[in-house]
């Protein structure tokens, strides 16, 4: 696949399909302390504050998939490192340290 083709292909992907596609590819690089993350940000409808969120997956034992939602509408706190995290899931794997997250 060439550069164009490859774009084509992600621009095509759904948001939950794209991130477990990086992330899956990402995981020998972001082994170490130093990791390359997707985020994604809004704006909170109560109060306008803007938000970012890291794009988290679902622990390996889900029964969800990305292939089963397309969007990641879940967000929670990690109770650990403390970073919003966001995922197609009601539970999810802080991207940062690896901490079991629940959404809602």
């Known amino acids: 696949m060439n550069e164009p083709e490859i774009k084509t292909f992600l621009s095509s992907l759904s948001d939950s399909k794209l991130v477990e596609l990086i992330y899956e590819s990402l995981k020998e690089r972001n082994s170490g302390n130093s990791k390359?993350?997707?985020?994604?940000t809004y704006f909170s409808a109560n109060n306008g504050d803007a938000h970012i969120a890291l794009a988290a997956l679902p622990?390996?034992?889900s029964p969800?998939?990305?292939d089963d939602r397309p969007d990641l509408i879940n967000n929670g706190v990690c109770s650990i490192c403390s970073v919003e995290v966001t995922a197609i899931s009601k539970d999810a794997v802080c991207p940062v340290c690896q901490n079991k997250v629940g959404l809602t």
């Open 64 to 66: 969800i998939s990305s």
């Open 59 to 61: 622990p390996c034992d």
């Open 36 to 40: 390359l993350l997707i985020a994604e």
